[in-house]
């Protein structure tokens, strides 16, 4: 039989599902400034694995994961219902630019001429090589780069040459925006199994027809921001939406084991105060408990 904790988080998020799944055709701007993207699920068939079905929908794999705990991620079944979690609350910092979020695993991009902005799942650094957080810009672009591995990289493999040339081993695959701070490149992949996971050394890596939007539309000098911001909130239709996602050790947990043991947000209570303001009083602290334990990363209400 189920606890009372169980049935309440069950019913908390099918309500969320209910309330953002938007019906199409209606832009991103009109719903929200605060929340961006939809909800969806996708009904799994035989020979299905959760890598497969975050590139098929262009999702991160560690998000999916996340999204849809207790589920087998290499054999989840046949007729699996599997949430595709597409809708997010944008980062709790100036919307300008590229805003890197590594706790979330995706950059935001806001253009300049005032269009909607737009998510992308990326891959980032793993343990020991984890991608800065601050502040940085594109000083250069390059299509069909050739790749230079740093000397560790080739302290790690010596049989890299010193120069890899555009191709299908070119690991920055066909688009590149280079940093200003060195070593450091936004780029595509010729491993889309990167994507939404902390493996790389500290690039950051995207799908390729994410990264060819972005290498058309990203002007040099565009000032990219990198924070890391497991905890996030927004406004949607007068109601506060709050989305939690594992982050650093509990993402490689999750990756490794399928599960993970979730550490303390410093001052979340008081970060959702803040962000209620004079409707605190229609704070849900219930669901708040549950979003925190399962963080699930999907925008969740905690307004009544």
Request: charged share 20%; hydrophobic share 40%.
């Given at each position: 039989?189920?606890?009372?904790?169980?049935?309440?988080?069950?019913?908390?998020?099918?309500?969320?599902?209910?309330?953002?799944?938007?019906?199409?055709?209606?832009?991103?701007?009109?719903?929200?400034?605060?929340?961006?993207?939809?909800?969806?699920?996708?009904?799994?068939?035989?020979?299905?694995?959760?890598?497969?079905?975050?590139?098929?929908?262009?999702l991160g794999y560690?998000?999916?994961?996340?999204?849809?705990?207790?589920?087998?991620?290499?054999?989840?079944?046949?007729?699996?219902?599997?949430?595709?979690?597409?809708?997010?609350?944008?980062?709790?910092?100036?919307?300008?630019?590229?805003?890197?979020?590594?706790?979330?695993?995706?950059?935001?991009?806001?253009?300049?001429?005032g269009q909607a902005?737009?998510?992308?799942?990326?891959?980032?650094?793993?343990?020991?090589?984890?991608?800065?957080?601050?502040?940085?810009?594109?000083?250069?672009?390059?299509?069909?780069?050739?790749?230079?591995?740093?000397?560790?990289?080739?302290?790690?493999?010596?049989?890299l040459p010193v120069?890899?040339?555009?191709?299908?081993?070119?690991?920055?695959?066909?688009?590149?925006?280079?940093?200003?701070?060195?070593?450091?490149?936004?780029?595509?992949?010729?491993?889309?199994?990167?994507?939404?996971?902390?493996?790389?050394?500290?690039?950051?890596?995207?799908?390729?027809?994410?990264?060819?939007?972005?290498?058309?539309?990203?002007?040099?000098?565009?000032?990219?921001?990198?924070?890391?911001?497991?905890?996030?909130?927004?406004?949607?239709?007068?109601?506060?939406?709050?989305?939690?996602?594992?982050?650093?050790?509990?993402?490689?947990?999750?990756?490794?084991?399928?599960?993970?043991?979730?550490?303390?947000?410093?001052?979340?209570?008081?970060?959702?105060?803040?962000?209620?303001?004079?409707?605190?009083?229609?704070?849900?602290?219930?669901?708040?408990?549950?979003?925190?334990?399962?963080?699930?990363?999907?925008?969740?209400?905690?307004?009544?």
């Amino acid at each position: 039989m189920s606890s009372i904790k169980d049935r309440a988080t069950s019913a908390l998020y099918a309500g969320m599902v209910a309330l953002l799944i938007i019906a199409p055709g209606r832009s991103t701007a009109q719903q929200s400034t605060d929340i961006l993207g939809v909800l969806s699920s996708y009904s799994t068939i035989k020979g299905d694995n959760l890598l497969d079905v975050a590139q098929r929908f262009e999702l991160g794999y560690i998000e999916l994961v996340a999204a849809n705990p207790g589920i087998n991620p290499w054999v989840p079944g046949s007729g699996v219902e599997i949430l595709l979690p597409a809708a997010h609350v944008l980062p709790d910092t100036a919307r300008e630019g590229i805003v890197i979020n590594l706790a979330d695993l995706r950059l935001y991009w806001f253009p300049p001429d005032g269009q909607a902005p737009r998510s992308y799942p990326i891959g980032a650094g793993r343990v020991g090589m984890t991608t800065p957080v601050g502040q940085t810009r594109v000083v250069r672009k390059r299509a069909n780069p050739t790749w230079f591995p740093t000397t560790a990289t080739r302290e790690d493999n010596p049989e890299l040459p010193v120069a890899v040339p555009p191709g299908r081993n070119n690991p920055l695959g066909r688009h590149a925006l280079y940093l200003d701070w060195p070593s450091y490149v936004i780029h595509g992949t010729n491993d889309p199994d990167g994507v939404g996971r902390r493996i790389s050394r500290g690039c950051l890596r995207l799908y390729s027809a994410h990264i060819k939007t972005l290498f058309a539309e990203v002007p040099i000098g565009t000032k990219v921001t990198i924070i890391d911001q497991p905890a996030k909130l927004g406004w949607r239709a007068e109601q506060l939406f709050l989305e939690i996602h594992p982050a650093g050790n509990e993402i490689d947990e999750l990756e490794e084991t399928g599960r993970f043991v979730g550490r303390p947000i410093v001052n979340l209570v008081d970060a959702i105060r803040e962000k209620a303001g004079a409707q605190q009083e229609r704070v849900d602290w219930n669901s708040v408990d549950i979003i925190d334990t399962r963080r699930r990363g999907i925008p969740v209400q905690i307004t009544r």
